[in-house]
T-cell receptor, first 111, second 114 residues
Framework: DAKTTQPPSMDCAEGRAANLPCNHS???????VYWYRQIHSQGPQYIIH???NNETNEMASLIITEDRKSSTLILPHATLRDTAVYYC????????????FGKGTKLSVKP | DAGITQSPRYKITETGRQVTLMCHQTWSHSYMFWYRQDLGHGLRLIYYSAAADITDKGEVPDGYVVSRSKTENFPLTLESATRSQTSVYFC?????????????FGQGTRLTVV
């Protein structure tokens, strides 16, 4: 079973920041938080991942709380092309290294 | 081109037929995965492979067979297709199964069993 909880859907206005929350209260010390998105029926696309520090790349920022029980993915200036299902995944190593997908959050960016 | 490719992109087959879905990656990644995606179930792991000649079952392996004779290829075979195997199939690869390594997905194969 997925180890994360996400809202099923969210709306965001085009050009505004999209903040997608994720709860992972049972995360272990060696497990990473990953974010993927899936646009329509395409293959999932990697966005970002982190362990305990906040991370930023050209696509998004990842904010992880100090207790690591929750995180937020931030798309700083959402566009219509960011409309997708966003998956938050907790991934460990070894036998826990498989990506187990939950139902994700359907983000709709509206003009 | 570098990346991960799946073939065919679309396939229609009849119940009882054997069908093989192909997956090829050019990064020499050790790990490869097969997922299926159905409405209401999200992505579910079918099989994974840690290296050539090493494979293991995921969440929903029944009715599927995999092999991995070469690092770059990971074919998925439905030995006797059933309607319940109608789905979109995604292949993925990852340099390792360490938590700090991202996985990359192919574009998927849409399989319809009639």
């Amino acid at each position: 079973d997925a180890k994360t909880t996400q809202p099923p859907s969210m709306d965001c206005a085009e050009g505004r920041a999209a903040n997608l929350p994720c709860n992972h209260s049972t995360i272990s010390g060696n497990e990473y938080v990953y974010w993927y998105r899936q646009i329509h029926s395409q293959g999932p696309q990697y966005i970002i991942h982190g362990l305990k520090n906040n991370e930023t790349n050209e696509m998004a920022s990842l904010i992880i709380t100090e207790d690591r029980k929750s995180s937020t993915l931030i798309l700083p200036h959402a566009t219509l092309r960011d409309t997708a299902v966003y998956y938050c995944i907790v991934r460990g190593g070894g036998s826990q290294g498989n990506l187990i997908f939950g139902k994700g959050t359907k983000l709709s960016v509206k003009p | 081109d570098a990346g991960i490719t799946q073939s065919p992109r679309y396939k229609i087959t009849e119940t009882g037929r054997q069908v093989t879905l192909m997956c090829h990656q050019t990064w020499s990644h050790s790990y490869m995965f097969w997922y299926r995606q159905d409405l209401g179930h999200g992505l579910r792991l079918i099989y994974y492979s840690a290296a050539a000649d090493i494979t293991d079952k995921g969440e929903v392996p029944d009715g599927y067979v995999v092999s991995r004779s070469k690092t770059e290829n990971f074919p998925l075979t439905l030995e006797s297709a059933t309607r319940s195997q109608t789905s979109v199939y995604f292949c993925a690869s990852s340099e390792s199964r360490l938590g700090n390594t991202e996985a990359f997905f192919g574009q998927g194969t849409r399989l319809t069993v009639v």
